[in-house]
């Protein structure tokens, strides 16, 4: 869903919830590597360090979120807080009259994602999900070729993204802040299979794996969509995977593809056997070869930046269907964890 930039269009100008490790690498990073976008201010729950932060980047104004709220330099915000905290800071941005580009998963309440939509339709302001990902050219690329019908009509997904978490102190090893394997990997799965085959995708079973503070390490849920064909998924997910592991295979009816890296198409140093970076390796396709698009130095997320900025200028709609099936699959996921128990 990339939308060219108007040519003309300034910077957008982010205020940012940011203080952890993500934010280097989606917004500072790319912003000094020339991005369409500038920070305008850092917030975080301690002045300190959002004072810290804001010198370390370069960011001229620091405070609290209800100051970033407040300050008219701001038009967009950057979420990469916990989980737990996205749909209510995504909520206050949009009442505040923000665009919202939110850390994933947005939320698994899907009725409150539509609410939230709906409010930001009426406010004129943009909520994106950060499924970085799926703007980097090379993965668009193959995404678009698969919805085209490059292996015929998928018949099943199977994706696994596993990495091995060993801070004990971690946000994601935190049931009350929404922690867990399926929440922080396994959400990219199921963005895949909607980005794949949009529709009513159902959970069919789910298995987990469960640590010592209850959140699960290690999770799969099987799912399928049932008309007009019906396409069958697994997703994995891991934070105990010995080694990292991002990639997804998918099946049609005239031929198959390997994703190698779909989700980290340039990853960061030191993702292990992801380290290579995107590549689709055919099985057989049907109709014309797909040409790679090289993989450069901008990350996806200096993608993801440029492509949220111009679809904030020329107004685009937001993803709404998507957003919400993606909080109903995972609140369903949820669901089917605590009932296993
Ligand atoms: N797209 C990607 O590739 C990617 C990669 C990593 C993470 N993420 C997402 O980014 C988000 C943050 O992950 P992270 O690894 O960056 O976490 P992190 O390093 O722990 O940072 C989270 C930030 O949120 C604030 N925070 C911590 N606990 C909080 C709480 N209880 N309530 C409100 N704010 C709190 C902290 O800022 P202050 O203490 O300064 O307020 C902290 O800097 C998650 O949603 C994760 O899924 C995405």
Redesign the pocket.
Known sequence: MTTPAPATAPPLRIGA???????G??LHGPVTAGARATVTFV????RD??RR?AEANSVPAYGSWPELLMCSDVDAVYL???????LTKARQAVLAGKHVLC???LSCDASAVEELLALAARRGVLVQE?Y?YRDHPAVARVLAALRAGAIGRVRRITVDYGWLLDRPC???LRPE?DGGAF??VGCYGVDLLHSLVPGTWSVLDVQAVRGPTGVDLESRARLALRSPHPVRAEVRAALRAPATVCEAHIEGTEGAVRLLSPF?PVPPPGAGTAGLGFRAEWEHSAGAPIEPVPIRAATS?HHQLDAFAARVASRAPAETAALVSRARVLAEVRNRMEKNR
């Open positions: 919830a940011c203080t952890g490790w993500i934010g690498w989606a917030a975080s729950r301690d360090r959002a932060h990469a807080t916990p989980n737990s905290d996205h850390e994933k998963p950060a970085h971690d946000v994601r802040l929440l922080d980290a997320y």
